[in-house]
């Protein structure tokens, strides 16, 4: 049982060394650059549409407690 524990933490020390050379990679130094920008460019919620959302059909689609958890049709 000591060699599968000894087996799997080398294993997981693998993975782990793997992912943190992944992501500091100097390849995606880039896209590090890129996402370190984004809190300070400015806000565009003016351009994103808003939601339409029809009050009479989400009241009709409602499950109804009385007649079992049924929508109305």
Known sequence: MLTFHIIWTL??????????????????RTDFEAAAQLPLEPD?????????????????SAPNIKSGGKTHE
């Not at 294993?11 to 995606?28: E, K, S, T």
Request: hydrophobic share 50%; proline share 6%.
């Open 44 to 60: 565009n919620y003016d351009q994103i549409p808003a939601p339409v959302v029809d009050i009479n059909s989400r009241r009709n």
């Open 11 to 28: 294993l997981l020390l693998l993975i782990f060394v793997g992912i943190f050379i992944w992501a500091f990679d100097r390849r995606r």
